[in-house]
């Protein structure tokens, strides 16, 4: 089954931008049954916030790991650590109260969401490490072993 998306812009309830591939999208489904998903876009992290994490923030808890437990990760391991204490969804079981975490990737985080989880991690890693990660856009110097 093939799936097609196309970013568009809606005004005075019609079609705006990309208009003929909206058509030929609507045209190549005829006779058949659709789904239809409108959503607004939402901006995905930058290049410069990947290399922040993954070259910054995860060696740090690697260090940490390795310094306070004893044990030697990658980063991918540091990277599921991280997202399984701060990524999630919750939900409250109105009959017991109880509230349940799901988790989510960090690849549905907005912009903003990705930078309160890197203000968490800042957080975690003084508070649990007591290392200090730099902000983004401090100019330093790091060696890692």
Do not use: C
């Amino acid at each position: 089954m093939i799936k097609v998306e196309v970013t568009t812009s809606v005004q005075d309830g019609k079609f705006t931008r990309n208009r003929t591939l909206v058509l030929q999208a609507i045209i190549s489904f005829n006779n058949a049954d659709v789904v239809l998903t409108f959503d607004k876009p939402k901006r995905k992290r930058s290049n410069s916030q990947n290399s922040y994490y993954w070259g910054l923030l995860l060696p740090l808890m690697r260090t940490g790991a390795k310094d306070l437990w004893g044990e030697v990760w990658s980063s991918d391991k540091a990277h599921k650590h991280l997202s399984n204490i701060f990524v999630f969804h919750e939900s409250i079981n109105e009959k017991t109260g109880e509230i349940t975490q799901t988790p989510k990737s960090t690849t549905e985080l907005t912009t903003t969401g990705w930078e309160v989880y890197m203000t968490e991690i800042r957080i975690y890693l003084l508070e649990d490490f007591d290392i200090n990660a730099p902000e983004p856009n401090e100019n330093i110097t790091l060696n890692f072993d």
